[in-house]
């Protein structure tokens, strides 16, 4: 198993920037793939980025693009999502996640079978 810890959220004003820690531990051998997930309320879960920890092929919802970098430490486990002009749409609980998804599918949630418990993202 693996276990994902995050870290990083809180309340921010809009423009505002915040920085989200995931740190993994336990068998991550077969973690080919971290990304970051967020669900408003009353919303699905969605994919904001992943990144592949071999190649650090980097995918971004287009939501993201240009205001978010997702970057890693493969010799920590971890994974990092910084997020810069963060909007009120931002606001959620962000969700780090680690599996082994295929290609082209990597910000879909049901690719990866590992979660943390996540952390609050306000933007008001």
């Known amino acids: 198993d693996v276990q994902l810890v995050e870290s990083g959220g809180g309340s921010v004003r809009p423009g505002g920037s915040l920085r989200l820690s995931c740190a993994a531990s336990?068998?991550?051998?077969?973690?080919?793939?971290m990304g970051w997930f967020r669900q408003a309320p009353g919303k699905e879960r969605e994919g904001v980025a992943a990144?592949?920890?071999?190649?650090?092929?980097?995918s971004y919802a287009d939501s993201a693009k240009g205001r978010f970098t997702i970057s890693q430490d493969t010799t920590k486990n971890s994974v990092f999502l910084q997020m810069n002009n963060l909007k009120p749409e931002d606001t959620g609980m962000y969700y780090c996640?680690?599996?082994?998804?295929?290609?082209?599918?990597?910000?879909?949630?049901?690719?990866?079978?590992?979660w943390g418990k996540g952390t609050q993202v306000t933007v008001s």
């Open positions: 336990g068998n991550t051998y077969h973690m080919f793939c």
């Open positions: 990144i592949h920890r071999g190649g650090g092929v980097i």
């Open positions: 996640a680690a599996g082994q998804p295929q290609i082209f599918r990597r910000l879909l949630a049901d690719q990866y079978n590992s």
